[in-house]
Nanobody, 124 residues
């Protein structure tokens, strides 16, 4: 059974940093694009960033220059380094896996497996 488990969320102040981690199991991690999405209260799920199986990275405009996605294939983990956090970053952050070579990626419906999410709250 594919499992994705996020950790690292919390309550921080604007301008602070956090690092989110996602541990994957029960699939060949090296071959799989991984992504981070977020959902704020009352809003639709939106894509934040994803990383292809070859390590290419993609970011939504609102996080460029502040968030960095990375992966450690030896540990089956994907990370999201979050710097200079803003109140608008407040959301539940979920990691996702796409069981195919990267196709698109910004539409959450293209992703096959999801973690349960970790809450990030940024106070002003």
């Amino acid at each position: 059974e594919v499992q994705l488990l996020e950790s690292g969320g919390g309550l921080v102040q604007a301008g602070d940093s956090l690092i989110l981690s996602c541990t994957a199991s029960s699939f060949t991690f090296d071959d799989v694009p991984m992504g981070w999405f977020r959902q704020a209260p009352g809003k639709e799920r939106e894509w934040v960033s994803f990383i292809s199986e070859s390590g290419s990275t993609y970011y939504t405009d609102s996080v460029k220059g502040r968030l960095t996605i990375s992966r450690d294939n030896a540990k089956n983990m994907v990370y999201l380094q979050m710097n200079n956090l803003k109140p608008a970053d407040t959301a539940v952050y979920s990691c996702a896996a796409m069981m195919a070579p990267l196709r698109g990626g910004s539409n959450w419906r293209q992703w096959d497996y999801w973690g349960q999410g970790t809450q990030v709250i940024v106070s002003s």
